[in-house]
């Protein structure tokens, strides 16, 4: 089993930049999959990035590409998301999420760490 904490959010003005970390407890962290997804109110969790078990693959939505960077330390159980060039249409919550495997889908993550807010003021 897996326990995710997510930090880093807060609120940023337009162009700005955060970064979040998500920090994991429990042995089998470098045998996951890790993922970054958000929601906004009245809006379903979305897909944002995913790195693979070693980090040596990497996905995006095309919303945040060229944006945001997702990257892992396996000594350290973390894995972080830098988030460059903040637009307001990113506010929402952040969560970080472990699988097996890579996935995009908020129902197929197998764990889900609490979510951190991150709100862009334009």
């Known amino acids: 089993q897996v326990q995710l904490v997510e930090s880093g959010g807060g609120l940023v003005q337009a162009g700005g930049s955060l970064r979040l970390s998500c920090a994991a407890s429990?042995?089998?962290?470098?045998?996951?999959?890790m993922g970054w997804f958000r929601q906004a109110p009245g809006k379903e969790r979305e897909f944002v990035a995913a790195?693979?078990?070693?980090?040596?693959?990497?996905y995006y939505a095309d919303s945040v590409k060229g944006r945001f960077t997702i990257s892992r330390d396996n000594a350290k159980k973390t894995v972080y998301l830098q988030m460059n060039s903040l637009k307001p249409e990113d506010t929402a919550v952040y969560y970080c999420?472990?699988?097996?495997?890579?996935?995009?889908?908020?129902?197929?993550?197998?764990?889900w760490g609490q979510g951190t807010q991150v709100t862009v003021s334009s």
């Open positions: 999420g472990a699988s097996s495997s890579v996935v995009k889908t908020a129902p197929a993550v197998r764990y």
């Open positions: 429990g042995r089998t962290f470098s045998t996951y999959s």
């Open positions: 790195i693979s078990w070693g980090g040596g693959s990497t």
